[in-house]
């Protein structure tokens, strides 16, 4: 596609991810008005897809100038990233398929607009930030956090005292994880691993590698297949939920004998290595649901193949003598590098919160260090994606009210 057509199907991929995104929406109204971001600066590090454009037009919309850059090699939408670039206050510096080198001078690019107010995915931009743009510190207001892998970094930056500046874990709140990462996570995985394979799911044994919030959403819609589900853990609280839930828990070692398709959720490294490549079924399917390309060993793999070869779009096909071991977009997240990521209506309550922690941020001093997104925020989230879906619930009486908070009623 030409320049021209690139930004009209980016428009066309933004005006459905917007109309499916209704609480945001109402965000963006409010920012219009309100204007509570005038005259700050955002950079963001975030995956540019539709979903993620409806989220810049609403800071954009509340008077905020707007850098952002890609979160990962392969989940940039080039339509995208264009439609993003021709928007008022708005710069761009995404695109499919960069190298490592690329991907870093992306992020450097936003820095270069000295933000206030950072949004990150993984904690790539604070941990260059922090490394090497130390100089840029003083200007931070504050940043938000979109996922797990990125929050645990910053509490373990935030442990050794290394962490300069206040940042949301947005991840964290309820109305993200509880929808984002399971119902999110489970749809689109699924929706990457299936359209990329384009094999039956039913009847086949699914390894998923983490009962987290993302591998319990995995888990279910492999259920929901049909799959034979094998879940393997290291927290024993986790792995007993997933027993009860009905799945069959196991070492991995042991799993790694059985599957046929394998889907990594962990934040870790390492979680499929040589050991499990060796003992893995002809025809196994690896794919991982992790942020970082890192739970599946590929430098191990490689080093076991006597040959490599691509079979499908987004499939290498590792030889292992009398084996073949097929590895779904390089190890990346499988969600957006061989998908379109989470649906619409979920990303709008993610989103959302964003949106208001960034809001947040700029009307209040927070100290440095990881901080919850705020509870009436949270519940702010709740509330609106409700009442979009016309959905209206009980209120506690006076009566209830104190009685719940109350300690004087006996039996």
């Not at 109305?175 to 399971?182: G, M, P, Q, S, V």
């Not at 509330?383 to 209120?395: A, H």
Request: overall charge negative.
């Amino acid at each position: 596609m030409n320049e021209k057509e690139l930004i009209e199907s980016g428009n066309m991929k933004m005006e459905w991810a917007r109309n499916h995104m209704p609480v945001l929406e109402i965000i963006r109204k409010q920012f219009i008005e309100e204007q509570p971001l005038k005259g700050h600066t955002v950079s963001m590090a975030l995956h540019v897809e539709a979903k993620t454009a409806v989220l810049v037009e609403t800071l954009a919309a509340g008077g905020a100038k707007v850098a952002i850059s890609g979160c990962n090699p392969l989940s940039t939408q080039d339509d995208v990233a264009w439609a993003l670039d021709t928007r008022k206050n708005v710069s761009c510096f995404a695109k499919y398929g960069c190298n490592n080198q690329e991907y870093y001078e992306a992020i450097d690019a936003v820095l270069d607009f000295e933000p206030d107010i950072t949004i990150d995915d993984g904690a790539d931009l604070i941990f260059k930030l922090h490394k090497e743009r130390t100089d840029l510190l003083s200007n931070i207001l504050g940043g938000c956090e979109e996922t797990t892998t990125g929050v645990h970094r910053l509490h373990a930056m935030d442990k050794e005292g290394a962490l300069k500046m206040p940042v949301i874990a947005v991840n964290d709140a309820m109305t993200k994880y509880l929808f984002d990462n399971r119902y999110g996570t489970g749809q689109s995985a699924w929706d990457g691993i299936n359209r990329t394979t384009n094999l039956l799911v039913a009847g086949k044994n699914v390894v998923v590698a983490g009962y987290g919030w993302c591998g319990r959403g995995v888990a279910l819609r492999a259920a929901g297949l049909g799959a034979n589900v094998l879940v393997t853990e290291v927290d024993p609280v986790r792995a007993l939920e997933a027993r009860m839930d009905g799945y069959r828990v196991m070492p991995m070692r042991e799993a790694a004998k059985l599957g046929d398709i394998f889907v990594t959720a962990t934040g870790n490294r390492d979680i499929l290595g040589e050991d499990d490549f060796k003992v893995m079924r002809d025809g196994a399917i690896l794919a991982n649901s992790g942020h970082f390309n890192v739970e599946i060993d590929m430098e191990a793999l490689e080093a076991l193949a006597k040959s490599v070869r691509t079979v499908r779009h987004n499939i290498k096909e590792y030889e292992l003598g009398n084996r073949r071991i097929n590895v779904i977009a390089d190890g990346r997240l499988v969600n957006l590098a061989a998908g379109d990521g989470h649906p619409a209506e979920v990303m709008d309550m993610s989103f959302a919160n964003q949106a208001l922690c960034v809001r947040y941020i700029a009307e209040n001093k927070l100290n440095n260090g990881v901080h919850k997104v705020p509870l009436e925020l949270d519940t702010s989230v709740a509330k609106l994606k409700l009442e979009s879906m016309g959905i209206s619930i009980d209120e506690l009486t006076n009566e209830q009210e104190r009685y719940m908070t109350g300690w004087e009623f006996g039996t």
